[in-house]
């Protein structure tokens, strides 16, 4: 089955501790993102990666970091830095002629 | 930098009505223009989307027009289901080089009552 898979579906950050998001995409595409979901609001871009060992800050990449060893593989790291990281966090795929699909995403929250 | 707005918020319909949301852009160099529907705990899926070389575009029950000229599209959903109930987003891209970064609307939660 073709698509973008994210795990955990949610997850638990404790004071002080860096947390892992994983995605992973068997649709072959150059592009991944990552964007950050609030209540009643937009998708915010917090990180791209246009290929291969390649990553770009997108609006919000304070308090985050990413790795792009894989092509298939896009993890982001949301670190003690971040001071609200309670979101839905969503990964995407799609290469500049193509849309844009997405996981069904992370929540993380605080303990 | 580039920014979408998205109206109205909230919109309910009666089943079988039409629905009509709104976005504006602020980038005249945006060329592609997505639109996604988002279910409770799911992620964002396209659901119709237009480059700039076209005005309007349709899919059975769903279209969309753009007006580059006052930098607005729109969605349009006739004969509305239950089943449409959902959070919709307009989303704005300069697609250039390998990847396209989506600028989003604050997005609209359509209601449809039986």
């Known amino acids: 089955d073709g698509g973008i898979t994210q795990s955990p579906k949610y997850l638990f950050r404790k004071e002080g501790q860096n947390v892992t998001l994983s995605c992973e995409q068997n649709l072959n595409h150059d592009a991944m993102y990552w964007y950050r979901q609030d209540p009643g609001q937009g998708l915010r871009l917090i990180y791209y990666s246009q290929i291969v060992n390649d990553f770009q800050k997108g609006d919000i990449a304070e308090g985050y970091s990413v790795s792009r060893e894989k092509k298939e593989s896009f993890p982001l790291t949301v670190t003690s830095a971040q001071k609200n990281p309670t979101a839905f966090y969503l990964c995407?795929?799609?290469?500049?002629?193509?849309?844009?699909?997405f996981g069904d995403g992370t929540r993380l929250s605080i303990l | 930098g580039e920014n979408v707005e998205q109206h109205p918020s909230t919109l309910s319909v009666q089943e079988g009505d039409s629905a009509v949301i709104k976005c504006t852009y602020s980038?005249?160099?945006?060329?592609?223009f997505p639109w996604y529907k988002q279910e409770l705990g799911k992620g964002p899926q396209l659901i119709i989307d237009i480059r700039s070389n076209v005005g309007e575009k349709k899919d059975q029950r769903i279209a969309v027009t753009l007006n580059k000229t006052a930098k607005h599209f729109s969605l349009h959903i006739t004969e509305t289901q239950p089943e449409d109930s959902a959070v919709y987003f307009c989303a704005a891209s300069k697609v250039s080089g390998g990847y396209n970064k989506l600028i989003f609307g604050a997005g609209t939660r359509l209601a449809v009552h039986p």
């Open positions: 995407g795929g799609g290469d500049s002629n193509q849309p844009q699909h």
């Open positions: 980038d005249s160099a945006s060329n592609y």
